[in-house]
């Protein structure tokens, strides 16, 4: 049989999806979905020998997986010889995750190409990893070692509904692309702070936006999801049509299915103010007064959006600000403690969304080895303050490490966050019932050397857990982890609470009975532990 012919029914899953009333029946065939699509193993040679899903080894399983894509899908498929497979390891943001090497990449064209990837890896036993923008810090997070890397590159379509109030965006797109297609329109919508990250990590994760104090978070303002389910099936997602699987994919992360397209509410395009305000150690207790007063205001003037980084460089402490105001309006009445704060540097401008994501991908540089290690609690000024003289306090343990920059960043997640956390039948976060802000410590760290890795594990680790025991003396700790920033020794599940752990699981076991998400895609943050567990 031709290739076209194999997969000449692929067109055809979007239907069968909407007249399914149960997502995966318990006598569901992988051959059987395989020939929905018009796939049909016994004329694929490489799975000639293959005749169910028992357990088999991870090499012969991926490279039979591989061989069929390849079969199907010619070009779309990388081996590790070609240039596309380097294009693919070498474009990471992060060292560790381009040391991955996968058996091959492939790189769908659309819904239906990622649906057939899904189940030759339940037929092989092969599993595979999905990228969107591949912004993680850890190793296999969005790319599987010896197995299949799913690369949406090519998925980067960028659509407006008639009436403009709904925009569709491909997976394969970055903020960049995405804001940068849309502004002809005059619109935008509420994503990412920086150029490269992808759109599909931050959205399933959460999504803090330039515009959150205003609409709530990303994943507070998507209108729905089209997900392909673990049997192969295209759903779309939304507050009508499987709103449990909605509510799911609003913070529960990679664990429910691959999402092939996002549905997002539209905003006027804004023309911002903002850039990094720079101070010297002597301003810090007056800055993380600022810092506060600002977020507690965040009702009062929600077109503020702040956050504060403290560190050390060329032997001076600094603290940044970089204090974002989502109208061209250069004397924002909220932010004049901050400037009444003698500075020594102030990069403050007009700026298009797209200027601004551009500016501030120069503050996150790529081809590092990085960690992130976020933890949670209410906002205290005393407690911040001492966060900032603690950090400070150990940075010279870091001396020794080539390249190494540790970094702590404040964030908050404001009143008017928090409330918008509740629209749309609410998200998986955790967080709507909260009645104060939330303060996020969250740690960045990049270095050269794969063996001083463990030194900064250890040094994070040490901080982390000397911050999280004075918020727990003082009553101030939250369990919550933010996704997006979490390291792969944390369990960001767990701290969305106990009820809304239990409902995601019993959400993918809904839609992924055999557990495909939690096995056969183990790379990033699954539904029950860490990625990683401490070895110190």
């Known amino acids: ?77 990388s081996n590790p010889s070609s240039t596309g497979y380097s294009n693919f390891t070498d474009s990471f943001w992060s060292v560790q995750q381009e040391e991955v090497q996968p058996r091959c990449v492939f790189r769908p064209s659309k819904n239906t190409d990622v649906s057939t990837a899904v189940l030759l890896s339940r037929f092989t036993g092969c599993h595979f990893a999905a990228r969107s923008g591949g912004h993680a810090a850890f190793s296999g997070a969005s790319s599987a070692p010896g197995g299949i890397s799913i690369w949406f590159k090519d998925m980067d379509a960028v659509t407006l509904k008639e009436d403009k109030s709904v925009a569709s965006i491909g997976p394969g797109n970055n903020w960049l692309t995405a804001y940068s297609a849309l502004e002809p329109y005059g619109l935008a919508v509420i994503g990412g702070r920086a150029a490269s990250i992808g759109v599909g990590g931050f959205l399933l994760g959460g999504g803090i936006s330039y515009h959150s104090n205003l609409y709530g978070w990303a994943c507070d303002n998507v209108e729905s999801f089209e997900v392909v389910t673990a049997s192969g099936l295209i759903v779309t997602a939304s507050e009508k049509s499987f709103p449990d ?21 539209t905003i006027p395009a804004p023309t911002l103010y903002g850039g990094a305000r720079i101070f010297m150690e002597t301003e810090f207790g007056d800055v993380v007064n600022a810092w506060v007063n600002v977020a507690n205001n965040a009702s009062v003037d929600p077109h503020a959006q702040q956050y504060v980084a403290f560190l050390s460089n060329s032997g001076m402490n600094l603290a940044t600000a970089e204090l974002t105001y989502t109208k061209n309006v250069s004397n924002a009445e909220i932010f004049n403690q901050y400037r009444s704060i003698p500075a020594i540097s102030d990069t403050a401008s007009p700026k298009t969304l797209v200027e601004y994501v551009e500016y501030l991908e120069t503050e996150n540089p790529s081809g590092l080895r990085e960690i992130y290690w976020p933890i949670s609690a209410a906002l205290d000024e005393d407690y911040a303050l001492w966060v900032v003289e603690t950090f400070m306090s150990m940075l010279p343990e870091m001396a020794g490490v080539s390249g190494a920059q540790p970094v702590i960043i404040f964030q908050a997640i404001t009143e008017p966050m928090l409330q918008n956390m509740k629209n749309f039948g609410g998200n998986a976060l955790g967080l709507e019932d909260k009645t104060v802000p939330v303060h996020i410590v969250h740690v960045s760290c990049w270095w050269d050397n794969a063996s001083d890795d463990e030194t900064v594990y250890a040094f994070v680790h040490k901080f982390i857990d000397k911050v999280t025991e004075q918020a727990k003396t003082l009553g101030l700790f939250d369990e919550y982890v933010y996704m997006n920033y979490a390291s792969m020794f944390q369990d960001p599940i767990a701290g969305y609470g106990d009820a809304n752990k239990a409902r995601l699981q019993s959400v993918a076991k809904k839609y992924d009975p055999r557990e495909v998400f939690q096995t056969l895609q183990p790379g990033y943050f699954k539904l029950n532990g860490a990625p990683v567990t401490r070895t110190w």
């Open 245 to 265: 699987l909605y509510w799911a994919l609003r913070g529960g992360g990679n664990n429910f299915g691959l999402v092939t397209k996002y549905n997002l509410y």
């Open 1 to 77: 049989m031709r290739v076209s012919t194999l997969i000449s029914g692929l067109s055809s899953i979007s239907g069968l999806a909407l007249a399914q009333t149960t997502i995966e029946p318990e006598d569901f065939s992988v051959v059987d979905a395989l020939a929905d699509l018009g796939v049909d193993v016994t004329e694929i040679p490489a799975l000639e020998t293959f005749s169910g899903i028992e357990t088999r080894s991870t090499d012969k399983a991926c490279a039979a997986a591989c061989e069929s894509l390849s079969f199907l899908f010619g070009s779309k498929i």
